[in-house]
């Protein structure tokens, strides 16, 4: 499940620009920009560059390997006509050293900037424009849940394993359950209703769990339960991670 916030800034200036936050049950975060030009001539985009906050590190989604070589997504044309739309995205993840303090982020959160250079013509001098970038961040949770390790791939109806992590972020302490529920793609192997122990406050845990997967194609890991039965409340993670499920070796013999 992802939350989604829209952003609107109308500088003075040919572009308008959108900004959007997909924010995944993980602690990580996706950034959407929408960079159009609104003026009645040409406008040419030199160069969108994303400087991310300190907690957080970004990767950029706007290149495609082709043939061993990478290649923007807006191919080789570098200006924008008249009332033309252009999409980046990015990806952002919580840096190891503040991923226990992520689940107590609340109200809203500083989350860098975006530099656009531009200009109109291509003798004239280049102009920056600077979007500062924020995001409300979701409703504040006493515990998250995040993947510690998990395969790039996996064989299908093979078990493979992911090792989870639950962090505490309350002032009291949990003694967690776990609860699995089977999806037409993925099949939890083992018991449901496993006791995890006793969680200290701001304190963490892991475990491991074991899957099975009945689908080719990426799949997604989602439907995990954990109650904490001191306070008799439930957390439902889904879309934890995803997993690109391969035929099985035998199978392709056969």
Request: proline share 4%.
């Given at each position: 499940?992802?939350?989604?916030?829209?952003?609107?800034?109308?500088?003075?200036?040919?572009?308008?620009?959108?900004?959007?936050?997909?924010?995944?049950?993980?602690?990580?975060?996706?950034?959407?920009?929408?960079?159009k030009n609104i003026s009645p001539s040409d406008v040419f985009i030199k160069k969108v560059s994303l400087q991310p906050p300190e907690m957080y590190t970004a990767?950029?989604?706007?290149?495609?390997?082709?043939?061993?070589?990478?290649?923007?997504t807006f191919g080789?044309?570098?200006?924008?006509?008249?009332?033309?739309?252009?999409?980046?995205?990015?990806?952002?993840?919580?840096k190891q050293e503040f991923s226990e303090k992520s689940?107590?982020?609340?109200?809203?959160?500083d989350m860098g900037k975006l530099d656009i250079v531009w200009k109109r013509e291509l003798g004239e001098l280049a102009m920056l424009q600077t979007i500062q970038l924020e995001r409300e961040a979701p409703?504040?949770?006493?515990?998250s849940m995040s993947w510690e390790t998990i395969p790039d791939t996996v064989s299908?109806?093979?078990?493979?394993h992911i090792t989870c992590?639950?962090?505490?972020?309350?002032?009291?302490?949990?003694?967690?359950?776990?609860?699995?529920?089977d999806t037409d793609s993925i099949r939890w192997c083992g018991n449901s209703g496993k006791y995890l122990g006793e969680l200290s406050p701001s304190s963490s845990l892991c475990f491991t769990l074991t899957l099975l997967a009945l689908k080719t194609g990426l799949q997604t890991i989602s439907r995990i339960q954990i109650t904490n039965t001191l306070s008799k409340k439930t957390i439902v993670c889904d879309d934890i991670a995803k997993?690109?499920?391969?035929?099985?070796?035998?199978?392709?013999?056969?």
């Open positions: 499940m992802f939350l989604r916030e829209l952003c609107l800034f109308s500088p003075g200036t040919p572009l308008e620009v959108k900004t959007k936050f997909y924010n995944s049950e993980m602690s990580d975060l996706f950034l959407e920009v929408q960079i990767a950029e989604l706007n290149h495609v390997n082709w043939a061993g070589e990478d290649e923007c080789t044309r570098t200006f924008l006509q008249s009332m033309e739309e252009r999409q980046y995205l990015y990806h952002f993840q919580i689940g107590a982020i609340r109200g809203l959160t409703g504040f949770r006493n515990v299908l109806e093979e078990p493979f992590k639950i962090t505490n972020h309350s002032n009291r302490k949990m003694r967690l359950v776990l609860n699995m529920h997993v690109c499920v391969l035929p099985s070796t035998g199978k392709m013999k056969t």
